[in-house]
C-alpha cells in the first residue's frame, strides 16, 4: 500500500514537474536557478506575471547580488505592474558552481543571461514580454548582452540605469564632473576640504591613460562626492534580514570581491561605444544628474548611438548613482511608462 | 547521490571497526544551524581510540581523542537544502566531570541542492528542466564547542558547538561555511567506574 501511495506520489510529482507552463498570477513568488557551463545561478521571480511582462534587473558591482534590489520602496511599485526578476550573475550572491577562473568573464556572462531569458519563457510560456533592466556594472553586461543580435531579439526592451558601458569615458567625464562641480562647491563654500582633496586628485590624472588602482580611486571619491551634494535625497531601505534572508551576506560579500578582483582587467577596460548601433530594440536611459560613478556622457553618448529611434534619456535632477533610490516614484513612473509601451 | 552517501558512511564506519576494547562512544543529536538561522539537525557518532589522564595541582585532567562520524542536513528558505557527510578526530578535555571542552577536525562530504526547479543548459542549447539538482563540494571543518552533565548519575550531556568550514571548490575559490550545534550527547559506554 505504502509502495503504491508512493508512486502515485512520485507520478504526479514528475508530471507537474514535466508540465510546459507555470501559472501566471498577479503575485508570483518563484525561485528558479540556470544551470550553465559550470554555474547554477538563482533567479528570484517576485510580481504579477498576470501582465506577462518580465523585467530582469541585471546587478551591480561586480560583486553585488540580486536580492540588494529587492530593499527599496521601488521594487514594491514596480512588482505591481510586471514581474521583477533578481538574478545573481555566475559567482555572486548565492550563485555557486565549479569552473576556472577562465570562465568568469563578459562574454560567458552575457551568454548565462540569454539562458535565463530562455528558461523564463520555457517556465512561462514563449509570449511573455521580458525587459533588460542594468545597473552600474549591469549597464556593462546588460549593453554586452544587447550588441549580441540574436540575444537581443529575445527581448522587448532595454533599460540602462547609470549603466558603465565605456570606461574610457566614464574614467574622462568623472574626472571633468570632480573638477567642475567640486570648484563650483569650492566657491560656494560646501565642504571645502574634502572638494579640495578631491579635485587636486582629478587634476593629477591623465585622463587618456588612467590605470586599475586610478579608476579605483575614482570609484572611491564618486560616493565621497555624492554625499557630499544637497540636492540627492536618499529614502530609507527597508531593513535586510541578514540571518533570516534567501541570501547569505557573507557568501555573497566574499563571492562578489572575488568576481570583482578576477574581472577587474576586463570590466574596467570595456568600451562598447563603437557597437551601440547595433542595439535595434527600444532603449530606455535613466541617469542621476549627480552621478560621479557612472556620469551622465555615459547616458548621453548611449541614447545618441544606439540604433533605434524608439529610445529615451531622462535625467533625474535630484539623483546621484541609484535614482532608484533617489527619485523612487518617478523612476517608476518611467519604467512603467516604458514597459507598457513596449510590451 | 544517495549511494555516494551510503559509501561514504560505509567508508567512514569502517573506521571503528578495530575498536576491540571498551573505550568512550558517543551519540549526539543536535540542531544544526547553519549560518545559526538555517535549521537543520546532525547526528554523530564518537568513539575514543586514546585516553590520557595528567594531574595538575591535584586535579586530574582527562584528554580523550576520538573517531567521529555524523550526518547532517538543513535547510536555506529561499535558496537551497545542504546535506553532509563528515568524518573527523576530536580531542575532548575535562576537568573534573561536569563539562567538557571539545576541538574537533573533519573533513565532510557537502551536497548542496537547488530548492526549486533547475533549467539545465545542454550542448544543443535547449535548456532541460528539473527539480532537486545538486552540486557535491569538500566541506573541511573546525569546531569548538563544550558538553556539560546534565546530571551526576545520567550520562546524557548538553552539546553546543561552533564549526567553520571551507566550501570547495566554490565557484572559482573557496566559501567559508559556519554553523551551529546545540543539543545532547548520549555516553554510550566507557572504561571508566
Known amino acids: 500500500m505504502k509502495i503504491k501511495t508512493l508512486l502515485t506520489f512520485l507520478i504526479i510529482a514528475s508530471f507537474l514537474a514535466c508540465s510546459k507552463k507555470t501559472a501566471l498570477t498577479e503575485s508570483v513568488s518563484d525561485l528558479i536557478y540556470v544551470r550553465n557551463d559550470g554555474a547554477d545561478m538563482p533567479a528570484h521571480i517576485y510580481g504579477n506575471a498576470a501582465t506577462k511582462c518580465f523585467n530582469i534587473i541585471v546587478h551591480g558591482g561586480p560583486g553585488d547580488n540580486g536580492l540588494s534590489y529587492r530593499i527599496g520602496r521601488y521594487h514594491s511599485i514596480l512588482e505591481k505592474e510586471m514581474a521583477m526578476v533578481y538574478w545573481d550573475q555566475r559567482g555572486q550572491g548565492m550563485a555557486h558552481g565549479h569552473y576556472s577562473q577562465s570562465g568568469l568573464n563578459i562574454p560567458q556572462m552575457s551568454e548565462d543571461l540569454y539562458y535565463l531569458v530562455k528558461s523564463l ?135 562578489g570581491l572575488n568576481v570583482n578582483t578576477l574581472i577587474e582587467g576586463e570590466s574596467e577596460t570595456i568600451n562598447y561605444t563603437p557597437e551601440l548601433h547595433k542595439i535595434k530594440v527600444p532603449c530606455l536611459f535613466l541617469w542621476g544628474k549627480y552621478d560621479f560613478n557612472c556620469p551622465l556622457p555615459l547616458g548621453q553618448s548611449a541614447y545618441e548611438k544606439v540604433g533605434t529611434q524608439k529610445k529615451e534619456l531622462y535625467v533625474f535632477q535630484n539623483s546621484g548613482h541609484s535614482p532608484m533610490d533617489n527619485e523612487v516614484d518617478l523612476f517608476c513612473d518611467k519604467v512603467i511608462g516604458f514597459v507598457k509601451q513596449y510590451k | 547521490m544517495l549511494v555516494k552517501q551510503l559509501t561514504f558512511c560505509l567508508l567512514f564506519s569502517s573506521l571503528f571497526l578495530n575498536a576491540q576494547e571498551e573505550k568512550e562512544r558517543f551519540l549526539s543529536i ?38 567521529t562520524a555524523s550526518l547532517g542536513n538543513y535547510i536555506h528558505y529561499g535558496s537551497h537544502f545542504g546535506s553532509i557527510v563528515e568524518a573527523g578526530i576530536k580531542r575532548l578535555k575535562s576537568k573534573g566531570k561536569k563539562c567538557t571542552r571539545i576541538v574537533e577536525f573533519e573533513i565532510g562530504y557537502f551536497r548542496q541542492f537547488n530548492l526549486g526547479e533547475t533549467y539545465i543548459i545542454q550542448e544543443n542549447g535547449s535548456a532541460e528542466k528539473r527539480l532537486l539538482t545538486s552540486r557535491g563540494y569538500l566541506l573541511p571543518s573546525l569546531s569548538i564547542g563544550f558538553a556539560s552533565d546534565i546530571h551526576k548519575e545520567q550520562p546524557i550531556q548538553l552539546y553546543s558547538a561552533l564549526k567553520i568550514g571551507g566550501q570547495l571548490p566554490y565557484n572559482t575559490t573557496i566559501i567559508p561555511r559556519v554553523f551551529l550545534n546545540i543539543g545532547i550527547t548520549y555516553k554510550l559506554s566507557s572504561n571508566e567506574n
Open chain 1, 121 to 255: 519563457k520555457q517556465k512561462y510560456g514563449e509570449d511573455i514580454s521580458i525587459f533588460i533592466m542594468g545597473h552600474s556594472w549591469g549597464g556593462t553586461l546588460g549593453t554586452a548582452f544587447m550588441i549580441d543580435t540574436s540575444y537581443q531579439k529575445e527581448v522587448k526592451g532595454w533599460i540602462e540605469v547609470d549603466g558603465a558601458h565605456d570606461m574610457p569615458l566614464l574614467n574622462k567625464s568623472a574626472v571633468e564632473m570632480f573638477i567642475d562641480i567640486g570648484e563650483s562647491e569650492i566657491d560656494k563654500g560646501n565642504n571645502k576640504s574634502t572638494w579640495k582633496e578631491i579635485v587636486t586628485y582629478a587634476k593629477s590624472l591623465d585622463t587618456s591613460n588612467i590605470s586599475l588602482n586610478e579608476s579605483a580611486e575614482l570609484n572611491y571619491y564618486s560616493y565621497v562626492a555624492e554625499e557630499l551634494i544637497s540636492e540627492i535625497k536618499y529614502e530609507d531601505y527597508n531593513s535586510v534580514s541578514w540571518f533570516f534572508s534567501p541570501m547569505n551576506p557573507i557568501n555573497s560579500a566574499i563571492s
Open chain 2, 30 to 67: 543536535t540542531y544544526l544551524g547553519e549560518f545559526i538561522t538555517h535549521p537543520g539537525f546532525e547526528v554523530s557518532y564518537a568513539q575514543a581510540f586514546k585516553q590520557i589522564s595528567k594531574f595538575k595541582k591535584e586535579k586530574e585532567i582527562k584528554y580523550s581523542f576520538a573517531y
